[in-house]
């Protein structure tokens, strides 16, 4: 029996093989831009002095991706799926961008952040 982690793991990667179907994507320009929006979020919401500690550690980037798995498959995917296919690269960059700057952080994880230094 599938543990839940691994059930949700699989649904994730069809999730992605979906989305670099309908948007015309590599492997490689969906994860440059997963970073790529990482980096813009971090700089947005914590201290230039911090970005470079914080865009590698560990946990940070765990969470940013189970956030980003979370909008690609309750959020964004259903939308994606019903919108014109010339359209779908830019509505997936779109919407990307725009959730991902409403985040927020737990506050657990800054904690485990911050008691690090």
Known sequence: ???????????YRQNRALILILTNMS???H???QVEQFIIWLSK??????LERLAQHQYLWKWWQNEWHLADHHH???LL???RP???LKKYTE????FFFISQVPSNLVEIISNED
């Open 31 to 33: 994860y440059t831009f």
């Open 45 to 50: 919401n914590f201290n230039s002095q911090d």
């Open 76 to 78: 964004i995917l259903p």
């Open 95 to 98: 919407m990307h961008s725009s």
């Open 81 to 83: 799926k019903t919108e």
């Open 86 to 88: 010339n359209f779908r």
């Open 1 to 11: 029996m599938k543990s839940h982690i691994n059930t949700l793991r699989e649904q």
């Open 27 to 29: 492997e490689l320009e």
